[in-house]
């Protein structure tokens, strides 16, 4: 939108309508993601998997996600999880050191800061295309870098938040299994492959977007 400051705001934004009608669609995700998904588990890992979310541990696990990431959730998440998180310190720091765990079991901000930094190149790299000013790959990434600066620190703060109001009222014996089962080779195996499908989904998305936004401006 910089690139082209003569533009009206009346045509950037009906252009972003435009790029956003169908853009992330739920549903076309998850059928992509399912098919990045196909073949990457071992019949070992399936079973696994299948055991843990079938159990009462991993039904109430699930249930807790799936309600915390409903949209009406989202305020709550943030403004709860916040204070949770910053009351364990003092509160229950071995709860707030199981946390960290979970989400290095998963490896949620180096996912999360690769994720979203590629899906920043493929609708940049895209957008500059589209409006005919391509840069080379290592300014598209200068750019990007200078843009995001604070990203992994707010990413892991998101993460933790998030942790601590969706397993708030999880026991730390729960709690313990649960961890156990996201550091388990089925669990580890699953999460990976399922980060790198979700990135791959997203940074699609995030390049179809981007053309999509300035051929309509």
Known sequence: VKSAPGTPVKKVQDALAAAMEGAFDPNKMETAIEARMDGKLSAKDLSDLAAFYASPLGKRVTALE?????????????????????ELPSRDPARLALYRKMMDDISAVDT????????????????????????????????????????????AND??????????????????????????????RYYDQMQVALGAVMT????????RFFVAL
Not at 66 to 86: D, H, N, V
Not at 169 to 174: F, I, L, R, T
């Open 159 to 188: 993460a933790m938040e998030s942790a601590a109001y969706i397993y708030r009222d999880m026991s730390m014996a729960d709690l313990k299994l649960y961890e156990a089962f996201l550091a388990s080779p089925a669990g580890s």
């Open 112 to 155: 999360g800061e690769a994720v979203a930094l590629n899906m920043g190149y493929a609708m940049l790299t895209e957008m500059l295309g589209a409006a005919g000013k391509p840069l080379p790959d290592d300014q598209v990434m200068a750019l990007l870098r200078k843009q995001t600066e604070g990203l992994r620190r707010d990413i």
């Open 204 to 211: 699609d998305e995030a390049r179809s977007f981007g053309h």
């Open 66 to 86: 799936i309600q915390a990431s409903a949209p009406e959730a989202r305020e709550a998440k943030k403004i709860e999880g916040a204070k949770t998180l910053g």
